[in-house]
Every structure is written in structure tokens, then in C-alpha cells.
């Protein structure tokens, strides 16, 4: 089945970057839109970021992130980014990784996550 793996979270500071990635295995990954949501303490799921099928896959993004994030792509090494600048408390979450567009994004299979801490 589905198994994505999310990585290149920590805890930074107000301001700093990070730049979290997710490896797809287990299905074709250039076939599916791609999305980033995520979970801050005591908060629901949050659809952070998708990007479409293909080189040409058009981002989408948040108003909590827009303008601070880029989420990518590289199909050949079945692999998604996100890029995160000028990061703020609010950023605070558990980021996940899933398999499709926004629409079905929280409910879509996801990693395990990684903890992003922003202090």
C-alpha cells in the first residue's frame, strides 16, 4: 500500500527556514496531485499546500503560508518539498505528506509526520 515517509523537521526559531520532504513509495507518484497539511497542537488537520500532476503541476497554497512557502516536486525520485521561510509560532505543527489534491487532501493517505517547533 501507499507508504510516504516525511522528513526535515525541528525546532527553529521565528524567522528561520526549513525545508521539510516526503518520500513516496509504493505508487506511481507523477500520476497524483500532491499535497502538505498539517496538525498544530489541539487543532484539526490544516491543508497547508498541493501541487498538480506532472512538470507542470500548478501550486496552490494557504493564506497562513502563501508568499513564506513553495511546495515542489521531483517525480523522477518520487519525492515532494516544502519549503518553508519566515516561519512563526503559528507554524507550529506536525507536518504530513498526501497522496492528492486539495480537495481530498485531510482526508487522503499520509506519512507518519514530522514536528515542526517554532519558537
Known amino acids: 500500500h501507499v507508504q510516504l515517509v516525511e522528513s526535515g523537521g525541528g525546532s527553529v526559531q521565528a524567522g528561520d527556514s526549513l525545508r521539510l520532504s516526503c518520500e513516496a513509495s509504493r505508487f506511481t507518484m507523477h500520476l497524483y496531485s500532491m499535497s502538505w497539511i498539517r496538525q498544530a497542537p489541539g487543532k484539526e488537520l490544516e491543508w497547508v499546500a498541493s501541487i498538480g500532476r506532472g512538470f507542470a503541476g500548478s501550486p496552490t497554497y494557504a493564506d497562513s503560508v502563501k508568499g513564506r512557502s513553495t511546495i515542489s516536486r521531483d517525480d523522477r525520485a518520487s519525492m515532494l518539498y516544502l519549503q518553508m521561510n519566515r516561519l512563526k509560532s503559528d507554524d507550529t505543527a506536525i507536518y504530513y505528506c498526501?497522496?492528492?489534491?486539495?480537495?481530498?487532501?485531510?482526508?487522503?493517505?499520509r506519512g507518519q509526520g514530522t514536528q515542526v517547533t517554532v519558537s
Open positions: 498526501a497522496r492528492g489534491p486539495r480537495d481530498s487532501a485531510l482526508t487522503s493517505p
